[in-house]
């Protein structure tokens, strides 16, 4: 006749085994607990970048207003850096140069150019400068006892500078060219600026 083995002993044999279960069992709870994520947890502050108007030594960037060109370097900067960026530009930053009777030239001393981000609450300041936008006319196309131009080349050179407000440090020192082709001088020009700042953006979010 069988007998029941409800409420009998656990040998030695079954104790040590249930207890390895456990055990493993209880790190993989724990591990799970520690690496698991705060629910919106907030991230890193953003950095604030102060971007004030490019200064404009080409002879034609006057042509596409080379010198507010700044604000699609702004607008790539926010979208490349995915928030890290918080760009701060227009007449705030004129009105604090203004104050200090700072030109675009005095900002190539990182002291000034800190003075002026600190004003503004930027941590870095982010100077530009063209160095060099031309772009011939091209070959002129008769249609209709019209001219149009057709094969432009151009090209663009700005040189980009950042300097951390803290430390007045300069993070940054390079310059950026790019070349078009197509037809008529304003685009042309505004295909190579535009290239030349995507390339500046690219560098600038790696920092």
Same mark, same amino acid.
């Given at each position: 006749?069988? %007998?029941?083995?409800?409420?009998?002993?656990?040998?030695?044999?079954?104790?040590?085994? %249930?207890?390895?279960?456990?055990?493993?069992?209880?790190?993989?709870?724990?591990?799970? /607990?520690?690496?698991?994520?705060?629910?919106?947890?907030?991230?890193?502050?953003?950095?604030?970048?102060?971007?004030?108007?490019?200064?404009?030594?080409?002879? @034609?960037?006057?042509?596409?207003?080379?010198?507010?060109?700044?604000?699609?370097?702004?607008?790539?900067?926010? +979208?490349?850096?995915?928030?890290?960026?918080?760009?701060?530009?227009?007449?705030?930053?004129?009105?604090?140069? @203004?104050? %200090?009777?700072?030109?675009?030239?005095?900002?190539?001393?990182?002291?000034?150019?800190? !003075?002026?981000?600190?004003?503004?609450?930027?941590?870095?300041?982010?100077?530009?400068?063209? /160095?060099?936008? +031309?772009?011939? =006319?091209?070959?002129?196309?008769?249609?209709?006892?019209? +001219?149009?131009?057709?094969?432009?080349?151009? !090209?663009? /050179?700005?040189?980009?500078?950042?300097?951390?407000?803290?430390?007045? =440090?300069?993070?940054?020192?390079?310059?950026? $060219?790019?070349?078009?082709?197509?037809?008529?001088?304003?685009?042309?020009?505004? $295909?190579?600026?535009? !290239?030349?700042?995507?390339?500046?953006? !690219?560098?600038?979010? @790696?920092?």
């Amino acid at each position: 006749m069988g %007998h029941s083995t409800v409420g009998s002993p656990l040998t030695p044999q079954c104790y040590n085994g %249930h207890m390895r279960v456990l055990t493993i069992a209880l790190a993989v709870v724990l591990a799970g /607990t520690l690496v698991q994520p705060v629910a919106g947890q907030p991230g890193p502050p953003a950095r604030v970048v102060a971007l004030p108007d490019f200064a404009d030594d080409s002879t @034609q960037g006057a042509l596409i207003d080379a010198g507010r060109l700044n604000t699609l370097l702004g607008r790539l900067l926010a +979208e490349r850096s995915g928030g890290r960026l918080r760009v701060v530009l227009g007449d705030g930053i004129r009105a604090a140069m @203004q104050s %200090h009777n700072f030109s675009a030239l005095d900002l190539d001393y990182p002291s000034r150019a800190a !003075e002026i981000a600190k004003a503004v609450g930027a941590d870095w300041l982010i100077t530009g400068r063209w /160095t060099y936008i +031309e772009a011939d =006319r091209g070959l002129l196309f008769p249609i209709d006892r019209m +001219e149009f131009p057709i094969g432009s080349d151009g !090209e663009a /050179t700005i040189t980009i500078r950042v300097v951390a407000a803290a430390t007045r =440090r300069i993070l940054l020192d390079e310059s950026f $060219w790019s070349a078009a082709h197509g037809a008529g001088r304003w685009t042309v020009l505004r $295909w190579a600026t535009d !290239e030349a700042l995507r390339k500046a953006s !690219e560098r600038i979010v @790696q920092l």
